[in-house]
Nanobody
Framework: EVQLVESGGGLVQPGGSLRLSCAAS????????MSWVRQAPGKGLEWVSA????????YYAESMKGRFTISRDNAKNTLYLQMNSLKSEDTAVYYC?????????????????WGQGTQVTVSS
């Protein structure tokens, strides 16, 4: 059974940092690219970042460039999102999602599995 379990969310002040993790199980992790997707209160899903199967290719939504860093540890079957310089508009539920193949891009994404999400709240 494919499982994606996010953790690391919480309450942080503007300008602060958080690192999200996504523990994967039930499949061969390094056969797939992975993404982070978020949903702010009352809004639709927004793609955040993607990483190829080997970590060599990474992509970010424009508003996250320079602030967020996606990475993965295939030996630990874990995906990460380091978030710095957080803003109130980053408040959202963050999901990790498995892309349908080993490669990804910054423009087209297809997901077949999602985690349950972790809440990130940026507020003073």
């Amino acid at each position: 059974e494919v499982q994606l379990v996010e953790s690391g969310g919480g309450l942080v002040q503007p300008g602060g940092s958080l690192r999200l993790s996504c523990a994967a199980s039930g499949f061969t992790f390094d056969d797939y690219a992975m993404s982070w997707v978020r949903q702010a209160p009352g809004k639709g899903l927004e793609w955040v970042s993607a990483i190829s199967w080997n970590g060599l290719s990474t992509y970010y939504a424009e508003s996250m460039k320079g602030r967020f860093t996606i990475s993965r540890d295939n030996a630990k079957n874990t995906l990460y999102l380091q978030m710095n310089s957080l803003k109130s508009e980053d408040t959202a539920v963050y999901y990790c999602a498995r892309e349908t193949g080993p490669y990804c891009s910054g423009s087209h994404h297809e997901y077949d599995y999602w985690g349950q999400g972790t809440q990130v709240t940026v507020s003073s």
